[in-house]
Antibody
Framework: EVQLVESGGGLIQPGGSLRLSCAASGFTVSSNYMSWVRQAPGKGLEWVSVIYSGGSTYYADSVKGRFTISRDNSKNTLYLQMNSLRAEDTAVYYC??????????????WGQGTLVTVSS | SYVLTQPPSVSVAPGQTARITCGGNNIGSKSVHWYQQKPGQAPVLVVYDDSDRPSGIPERFSGSNSGNTATLTISRVEAGDEADYYCQVWDSSSDPSGVFGGGTKLTVL
């Protein structure tokens, strides 16, 4: 059974840093396209970043230069390092897996999300 | 950047058909995916690649995509279908970027 479990969220002051983790089971993180998607309170879904199976990484303009996506194959875990956090980064962060094998694929598995609150 | 436009809300009586649209420039040339999200829950994929259904999704859910509009159709709507629905594509005009529509709240009357 495929499972994604996020952790690492919490309350952080503006300008601070946080690292989110997404532990995967039932499949290999390095074999899928893995994304982070966020949802601000009461708002819609916003794609944040993707890491391809080959290792290429891409980011939304809103987080480029501040966030870094990575994975640890030995731990089968996806990460999102978030620096220079702003109030507008407050959201539930979901990790999502794309097993389609295509870089233009779909998110067929999602974690339960972890809440990041940026506030002083 | 690529923009997807959805109506904020759609209302339908039980047993009727709901149609949720997703507009985008020449969206017919892209693969469109649809997600259902109920309050407090993670999104669930209900239609992928315009019109395919993941296993476990009822046949009542179907999709189409042509020109500048993609449509998610839910036939014989049930109370349990009440949720937010999001369309999604990838914009590859420069670096790949995921794009979601603003979401549509489906209300079952």
């Amino acid at each position: 059974e495929v499972q994604l479990v996020e952790s690492g969220g919490g309350l952080i002051q503006p300008g601070g840093s946080l690292r989110l983790s997404c532990a995967a089971s039932g499949f290999t993180v390095s074999s899928n396209y893995m994304s982070w998607v966020r949802q601000a309170p009461g708002k819609g879904l916003e794609w944040v970043s993707v890491i391809y199976s080959g290792g290429s990484t891409y980011y939304a303009d809103s987080v480029k230069g501040r966030f870094t996506i990575s994975r640890d194959n030995s731990k089968n875990t996806l990460y999102l390092q978030m620096n220079s956090l702003r109030a507008e980064d407050t959201a539930v962060y979901y990790c999502a897996s794309d097993s389609s094998g295509s870089p233009l694929g779909y998110f067929d598995y999602w974690g339960q999300g972890t809440l990041v609150t940026v506030s002083s | 950047s690529y923009v997807l436009t959805q109506p904020p809300s759609v209302s339908v009586a039980p047993g009727q058909t709901a149609r949720i649209t997703c507009g985008g420039n020449n969206i017919g040339s892209k693969s469109v995916h649809w997600y259902q999200q109920k309050p407090g829950q993670a999104p669930v994929l209900v239609v992928y690649d315009d019109s395919d259904r993941p296993s476990g999704i009822p046949e009542r859910f179907s999709g189409s995509n042509s020109g500048n509009t993609a449509t998610l159709t839910i036939s014989r709507v049930e109370a349990g279908d009440e949720a937010d629905y999001y369309c999604q594509v990838w914009d590859s005009s420069s670096d790949p970027s995921g794009v979601f529509g603003g979401g549509t709240k489906l209300t079952v009357l």
